[in-house]
Nanobody, 125 residues
Framework: QVQLVESGGGSVQAGGSLRLSCAAS????????MGWFRQAPGKELEGVAA???????RYADFVRGRFTISRDNAGNTLYLQMNSLKHEDTAMYYC???????????????????WGKGTPVTISS
């Protein structure tokens, strides 16, 4: 089993920045793909960014150029640097991990085996 704990969420004004972190513990050596998903009130869960154990990244079009996903060399901590934040970025952000490769594009939530409880991000306009 793998446990994921997110941190770093908060409230900022539009144009500001936040850095989310996700600490992984447990059987982390079995993890390949890690990613960030988000869910805004009344909306479906959507993928934001993902990264393989070899460092290859994928982004949703709506965050490309503004957000950067990374993970430490040990693969136990996942990050999401969010810049130029917009009101529409307001959501609960979830960290997720998979035993599988992310795939050629942004992975679906259905390939993720482990999930954190989320950290809230609120952007005021």
């Amino acid at each position: 089993q793998v446990q994921l704990v997110e941190s770093g969420g908060g409230s900022v004004q539009a144009g500001g920045s936040l850095r989310l972190s996700c600490a992984a513990s447990g059987y982390t050596s079995g993890i390949d793909c890690m990613g960030w998903f988000r869910q805004a009130p009344g909306k479906e869960l959507e993928g934001v960014a993902a990264i393989d154990s070899d460092g290859r990244t994928r982004y949703a079009d709506f965050v490309r150029g503004r957000f950067t996903i990374s993970r430490d060399n040990a693969g136990n901590t996942l990050y999401l640097q969010m810049n130029s934040l917009k009101h529409e970025d307001t959501a609960m952000y979830y960290c997720a991990a998979s035993k599988y490769w992310c795939g050629g594009t942004l992975p679906s939530e259905y390939i993720m085996h482990f999930w954190g409880k989320g950290t809230p991000v609120t952007i005021s306009s």
